[in-house]
């Protein structure tokens, strides 16, 4: 099992900036992507950004011109930054992890983790 906690979040005014942070604790040994997704209030959960083990990036279009993510050299914690900040940024924000080594609870190999949120408000 791995355990995901977030930091960071609050209010921000448009324009601004905000970081994340997210530790994974646990089995991280076999966690390959690790990233953020965003649910705005009526809206389902969409991707920001991931990074795997590798380096390897990948964001949402909308956030890709002022969002930078980054992965610390012992795999455990993945941060976010992202600027200029915009009113339909505001969301919970969730951590992710992913083990593609792991077996789920039907057999399958590949297993997904949720942190439990942090509330991002980008207000005036």
């Known amino acids: 099992q791995v355990q995901l906690v977030e930091s960071g979040g609050g209010l921000v005014q448009p324009g601004g900036s905000l970081r994340l942070s997210c530790l994974a604790s646990?089995?991280?040994?076999?966690?390959?992507?690790m990233g953020w997704y965003r649910q705005a209030p009526g809206k389902q959960r969409e991707l920001v950004a991931t990074?795997?083990?590798?380096?390897?990036?990948n964001y949402a279009d909308s956030v890709k011109d002022r969002a930078s993510i980054s992965m610390n050299n012992a795999k455990d914690t993945v941060t976010l930054q992202m600027n200029s900040l915009k009113f339909d940024d505001t969301a919970v924000y969730y951590c992710y992890a992913d083990d593609p080594g792991a077996i789920n609870s039907q057999g399958v190999y590949g297993v997904d983790y949720w942190g439990k949120g942090t509330l991002v408000t980008v207000s005036s």
């Open positions: 646990g089995s991280i040994f076999g966690i390959y992507t």
């Open positions: 990074i795997t083990t590798l380096g390897n990036t």
